[in-house]
């Protein structure tokens, strides 16, 4: 059965400090992995990463893949208190044709709290 | 605004009532999605449509569920005879067909009592 796994559940941490949030999955026919983030409300898009050693960088966000290990991090740097919230991980897998299965598979997320 | 919305945010319900959500998803976007959410979890996939075909349902629509995505654009959910175990969030997706980012709309939060 496809499966996604995050690490920690939940971290708290003081602002300034670097955070690595991790997530391994074990997917038929892999296609990507995305990051999420969700303050009490919907999900909103952070990453699509589809080659491993590439990294994706957006401000002090950034995430890397790695296939062959099957799994991915999210790092976080200069934590701020607006970084306070799950973040979830989410694996897409592919048809035979290459098309998208459809449905993303989610890890349980992991919950950051960011104290001042 | 051009992103997901639905209707209503929340809804609260006696158990045994039926109830119906409504997504409308971003406009140029030909596959809908229908999660679930639970406290603690990630979102749970439903059922999910290319234009007006729904083509998979997972196993959790039990058949108290049902959706419908009639003109290829918005979609509706309807669970019947609710349970206390259907509280939860439910969250609507779109995409692209060729594309895997989902973008998500607030979700609707269901309280049977």
């Known amino acids: 059965e496809d499966k996604v796994v995050q690490s920690p559940l939940s971290l708290v941490v003081h602002e300034g400090d670097t955070v690595t949030l991790n997530c391994s999955y074990e997917v038929t026919n892999f296609r990507s992995l995305l990051w999420y983030k969700q303050e009490k409300k919907a999900p909103t898009f952070l990453f699509m990463l589809?080659?491993?050693?590439i990294e994706k960088k957006s401000g002090r966000l950034s995430s890397i893949l790695d296939k062959k290990e099957l799994f991915s991090i999210l790092n976080i740097t200069a934590t701020q208190t607006g970084d306070s919230a799950i973040y979830l991980c989410a694996v897409s897998s592919s048809l035979g044709y290459g098309g998208s299965q459809g449905n993303l598979i989610f890890g349980k997320g992991t919950k950051l709290s960011v104290k001042p | 605004d051009t992103g997901v919305s639905q209707d209503p945010r929340h809804k609260i319900t006696k158990r045994g009532q039926n109830v119906t959500f409504r997504c409308d998803p971003i406009?140029?976007?030909?596959?809908l999605y229908w999660y679930r959410q639970t406290l603690g979890q990630g979102p749970e996939f439903l059922t999910y449509f290319q234009n007006e075909a729904q083509l998979e349902k997972s196993r959790l629509l039990s058949d108290r569920f049902s959706a419908e995505r009639p003109k290829g654009s918005f979609s509706t959910l309807e669970i019947q005879r609710t349970e206390q175990g259907d509280s939860a969030m439910y969250l609507c997706?779109?995409?692209?067909?060729?594309?895997?980012?989902?973008?998500f709309g607030p979700g609707t939060r269901l309280t049977v009592l």
């Open positions: 997706a779109s995409s692209s067909r060729w594309e895997d980012t989902q973008y």
């Open positions: 406009s140029e976007h030909n596959r």
């Open positions: 589809t080659s491993s050693g």
